[in-house]
Structures are given as C-alpha cells and as structure tokens.
C-alpha cells in the first residue's frame, strides 16, 4: 500500500474506533537521524494464515515480501536510498550519540538480536505466538549482506527461554555461523550465562540482577519485540522485551516483578522497564528497535486469534513491522495500535506510565532518580513519547507539520 492508497482508505473508513487514551503532547527528547521518526511497513500479502495449520510455516509467511518491508523500513529509517548506505547511516548515528566518534561498523564486532520467545517451553516448535522466524531471517539477511557483518558476530537469543525448532532451522540454514544462546543450551545452542548485578536497579527492589554476558560483550543490542498485550503491565513492547536479558527462570511464577506494574489511578510510579531501557548494556546499547505486527495479540498467550478491524486492516492480520531508532518512540506507536483496536485490554489504565517515566527520565513525574547501573550518573531523556490524534488518522506531531515529537513514517 502506498501513501496515497493509505490515504483513501482512512478517508473511506466508516468505522472510527475509539482510543481510551487522548491525544498527549509530545515529551521527551527524540532519537534517530530523523529524531522521533517509526517506520510503519504494511502490505497485506505478508502473511496470510487462515487459522487452519502453523502461522509460522513458509506457505502462510511470504519471505520476499517480509525481505521487501524490512529493507524499505531500514531505508526509511535513515532517509537513503539503499540498505547498505542506510546502516551506514545507522551505525554511524548510533556511535556518534553513544560516545563513540563519528565511525561506522567496525569488523568483529558483536551484534545480538533479542528475540521474543516468551512463550516457547522446550526447543520444540509450539503454536503459541513468539517472534517471527521470516523476519529475523530477514533481519538476518540484512545484517549480513547490506551491514557487512560476519556470521559469527550475530547471537540470535533469548536468556530466559529457548530457541524453538522452526526459528534455529529458518536461520541456521542459511546462516550457519550465526550463535544461537538460550537458557539451556543444546540442540545447536550455547547456554546462556550470566554477570552477576550487571542490574541493579535505580531503587532495591528483587529483580533479578544478573545480565547475559551475551549483551555485555556485544557491540550493540537489536530489541526485536512483538506487538501484544499482557495481563499486569497492560502492553509487552520493546522495553519489557529486555527483561527477557536478565537471570530469570524459565518458570515465571518464581521471578519478581517488582516495578512491572503501574498505579491504575493515574499517579506516577517507579519503572523497571524504564531502567532496562537506560541501561548501558541494554536499552542505551539497542541500535535498533523492532516491533514484530505481522499478527499482534490481544494477549500474551496462545497463538494469533483476533484479526484486526481497525483501518487500513479491515478485518485481517495487521501485517506490519514497525522499526525506530527510538526506543521510547517506538513502544508509543505500538501502544496507540493496540489501544486503539482493543480498548478494554487488560491492565490497560495509566499503563503508559513507564513512556512517561522513559521519556522524561532525567527528570521523571515519579520523581525517581534513575540510575540502574547504581554508578552515580542519573539517566538522560530515553527518547520521546506523545499519543497519536486518533486512531483512524495515526497522526503525531511531525505528521501534522510540528517541529518536535513522534513521525509515524508509512514505508512503500
């Protein structure tokens, strides 16, 4: 779809649904080389699943398309024309900004993409939704060949799960030099370990401490999260995906969750996700966020069940991938689309306190000193968040011809 189809298709649109949040000024401080700018891909030939079968095989994901969205996203992202001139431009972005110098990628440095396996229980492949094997073997794809990165500098993991079967195959394939690391290790993967109270947290609190040495040693972080909800926390986006990094259990009854959840009554309150995205290994070393809307979920179990109904989506899989170099920026627009299109979900009242808390985390509504190395140094503004005008027209302020907040930015 096309700007202009995208166009008369909101025009069209009959059914405006309501948002139970209103539109918010932006706050915060915006990141990328276009600052605040999310990249929206939407073709609706991506996946085609029709309930009957896997979600995740090969004759319901079309990889060409999936390859197409990812690469018209990275360009999108930068403003180039080309993916190998648009990671330039990303790498040389994020070094410039980390202290680093104004260099590009250098070989033998490490990248790790944190996958979204929360739901996985062995290395078996279950129908329960986790990241999409086609477009981290996209992501894949780009890393090695417009990036120029080795195959053994890639880890694919997930610290607190496992790697399942149809993930591992679609990517070792192809890429048989890229790591794959889990909780358990085996069947092709390394066993995760963990730095102990690489975390500590801005307040004590008893969160797991530990970090997977994977992120400490890697050069840089890719979050690839999905779009969902989740009981407690309201939304499971890029910030809470990070969690996933530290030394939990694969049993979620025995791990705390201290700061997971916001106060219901509108007050600010502490947030751990905001720790994880001003983290020096974790958040403040993301390159790139990625929120996986290639089908989205009303909640964190199960596979997909609910087709979308919100425009352009018209009663079907959203289709979509959505990319930022602001982590904040982004988990703003997956907010907006989950809270649009199910506006009574679960624990969703004031559930975008931990966006306020990130945006604005030098100096924070909470009140919180965020610090969660515990090294002193408070954390600066994690990125920019606001609420879009409506659902229908997807609007933020750089839409509407502003100088400072969020551009939802519909690729090609």
């Known amino acids: 779809m096309n700007r202009r189809q995208f166009a008369l298709s909101i025009a069209a649109a009959s ?7 209103e539109p918010l000024p932006p706050m915060g401080v915006p990141r990328g080389v276009v600052p605040g700018r999310v990249t929206w891909a939407h073709d609706p030939a991506a996946v085609t699943w029709d309930g009957t079968g896997s979600w995740w ?9 999936i390859d197409h969205m990812v690469s018209r996203s990275i360009c999108g992202l930068t403003n180039q024309k080309s ?35 929360n739901n996985t229980t062995d290395h078996g492949t279950i129908d329960r939704l986790n990241s999409s094997p086609h477009l ?9 060949g417009p990036a120029k990165v080795q195959q053994a500098s890639i880890t694919i993991f997930d610290s607190s799960r496992w790697i399942p079967g149809n993930l591992y195959e679609k990517v070792h394939h192809e890429f048989p030099g890229v790591v794959f690391v889990d909780h358990v290790g085996g069947d092709g993967g390394v066993k995760a370990e963990f730095k102990p109270d690489a975390i500590p947290f801005s307040i004590t609190s008893r969160n797991a401490k530990g970090l997977d040495t994977v992120v400490i040693d890697a050069t840089y972080l890719v979050d690839a999260a999905i779009l969902r909800a989740h009981v407690s926390s ?6 809470k995906n990070l969690f996933g990094c530290t030394s939990i259990y694969t049993d979620w009854r025995k791990n705390a969750h201290d700061g997971f959840q916001h106060n219901r009554d509108g007050s600010a309150s502490y947030s751990a996700f905001t720790d ?33 109904k919100m425009v352009p989506f018209n009663d079907a899989w959203p289709n979509s991938i959505f990319m930022s170099l602001d982590g904040v920026a982004i988990d703003s627009v997956g907010f907006d689309f989950l809270t649009s ?21 030098h100096d924070p509504p909470s009140k919180t000193f965020y610090d969660p190395e ?17 659902g229908a027209d997807k609007k933020y302020s750089r839409n509407l011809g502003k100088a400072h907040g969020i551009e939802l930015f519909l690729v090609g």
């Open 15 to 21: 059914l405006l649904r309501p948002s139970l949040f």
């Open 57 to 65: 095989t090969d004759a319901n994901n079309n990889q060409a398309v």
């Open 83 to 117: 993916d190998t001139q648009a990671w330039s431009s990303i790498f040389h972005y994020f070094n410039r900004t980390h202290g680093r110098g104004n260099v590009g990628y250098k070989a033998g440095e490490k990248i790790a993409i944190k996958a979204n396996l």
């Open 136 to 144: 981290i073997l996209s992501l894949v794809r780009q890393l090695t």
């Open 234 to 239: 309201g939304v499971t986006l890029c910030a």
């Open 276 to 308: 994880f995205l001003g983290h020096k290994d974790l958040g403040e070393k993301t390159v790139l966020f990625i929120i996986d809307g290639l089908y989205g979920n009303d909640n964190v179990d199960g596979p997909p069940h609910r087709k979308w």
């Open 341 to 361: 299109e199910w506006p009574d979900l679960p624990d969703i009242a004031n559930a975008d306190n931990y966006l306020r808390e990130s945006a604005l985390a």
């Open 374 to 390: 515990r090294d002193g140094v408070r954390c600066r503004s994690l990125g920019v968040h606001e609420h879009w005008n409506n």
